[in-house]
């Protein structure tokens, strides 16, 4: 069973901080890598995609990539309240229709 | 926002009878997606479609059945609901394979089955 962890948190930080939220995946032929946010009691909505090693910014927010680590992830810069959120990695392998996602980080930004 | 409703948007059933969710897009992508969402388990794939009467299952496809007859329909069929099958119902359009498409996501179904 092809498996994206990511802690589920929550992680608190204060307001103005660096959230650093992260994933690891199992298949290595995974070739991209997105993050959604999903506000309490909603459907998850898309922040960023990822799938060149390395970082990739919008805005406040990087996703940063490492495949020989399997390791992908999402740097809030500035949190702000309205940033309080569960944040869902997803992968899609190479070749497939398919995304699986991790279980979500719950993130808290304190004001 | 992506033209994606679900219907119902809200449902309580009793365990054995049978319930549809439907899902419409106004988008015309060709692959669509159910997946239930429950705490501790974040979002598994039911099923999805690649086409129009192109179906496969996902990783937790057992006591569900899907149907997609038009582009813009796609059923999620619960044969004889159970108490396990109480969660929130999450459907997803995508445009098509390339590494950058993404997945859009419906409203939300939330399911209670008695």
């Known amino acids: 069973q092809k498996e994206v962890e990511q802690n589920s948190g929550p992680l608190s930080v204060p307001e103005g901080a660096i959230a650093s939220l992260n994933c690891t995946y199992s298949d290595r032929g995974s070739q991209s890598f997105f993050w959604y946010r999903q506000y309490s009691g909603k459907s998850p909505e898309l922040i960023m995609f990822?799938?060149?090693?390395g970082d990739k910014e919008d805005g406040r927010f990087t996703a940063q990539l490492n495949k020989a680590s399997q390791y992908v992830s999402l740097l809030i810069r500035d949190s702000q309240p309205s940033d309080s959120a569960t944040y869902l990695c997803?992968?899609?392998?190479?070749?497939?229709?398919?995304?699986?996602f991790g279980t979500g980080t719950r993130l808290k930004v304190l004001a | 926002d992506a033209g994606i409703t679900q219907s119902p948007r809200h449902k309580v059933t009793e365990t054995g009878t049978p319930v549809t969710l439907r899902c419409h897009q106004t988008e015309n992508h060709r692959y669509m997606y159910w997946y239930r969402q429950d705490p501790g388990h974040g979002l598994r794939l039911i099923h999805y479609s690649y086409g129009v009467k192109d179906t496969d299952k996902g990783e937790v496809s057992d006591g569900y059945s899907v149907s997609r007859s038009k582009t813009e329909d796609f059923l999620l069929t619960l044969e004889s609901a159970t108490s396990s099958q109480t969660s929130v119902y999450f459907c997803?359009?995508?445009?098509?394979?390339?590494?950058?498409?993404?997945?859009?996501f419906g409203p939300g179904t939330r399911l209670t089955v008695l």
């Open positions: 997803a992968v899609r392998g190479s070749g497939t229709y398919k995304y699986i």
């Open positions: 990822i799938y060149s090693n």
């Open positions: 997803a359009i995508s445009p098509g394979t390339a590494m950058y498409n993404e997945q859009f």
